[in-house]
């Protein structure tokens, strides 16, 4: 049984599962892939970016709560974006992907136990990060995210 911290995070963690297919509700391929703040990503790759971050942060999670202090890798987001075709991807299916990869990752955080949520692991950049702090992390990634991708919607005109 989680402590009401670890079973509200866990809670805000699985309600951000539906906000990439939020995003791009009712958008047309065209306004997917349009730039409509220049100088930002599309609204593709928003969402792109935020299905390979919570495939990191699912690997991240499972690897701190299964090793002792392992290394968490960081990954370059931009080189990302522009080489894994992410133009070209199914945005409904990677919004699936992340709705899917987040309920899993929420089913499983609720069988860990309390004290498990302290078990950590160095990332590159970071330091030092917990099971704890990982959780916060991709909580807060998705509202970072979020405000964006309402920019993205009004300037589109939605």
């Keep these: ?94 919004a699936d992907l992340f709705r899917a990869t987040r309920a899993f990752t929420a089913a499983w955080l609720r069988t860990v136990p309390d004290a498990d949520f302290t078990r950590a692991g160095i990332h590159n950049q970071r330091g030092k990060v917990s099971l704890l702090d990982l959780l916060r992390i991709y909580i807060d990634h998705v509202s970072h995210h979020e405000k964006f991708a309402l920019a993205k919607r009004r300037a589109l005109g939605l």
Excluded: C, N
């Excluded at 297919?21 to 928003?46: C, D, E, N, V, Y």
């Design 1 to 94: 049984m989680s402590s009401p911290e670890i079973s509200s995070l866990i809670a805000a963690f699985e309600a951000g599962a539906t906000a990439p297919a939020r995003w791009a509700a009712g958008l047309s391929q065209q306004q997917l892939l349009a730039a409509p703040i220049p100088g930002t990503w599309s609204m593709q790759t928003l969402i792109l970016h935020m299905l390979e971050s919570d495939l990191a942060a699912t690997h991240r999670m499972r690897r701190v709560v299964a090793e002792d202090m392992p290394l968490l890798i960081a990954y370059d987001e931009t080189l990302a974006s522009k080489r894994l075709a992410y133009d070209l991807a199914d945005a409904a299916q990677a």
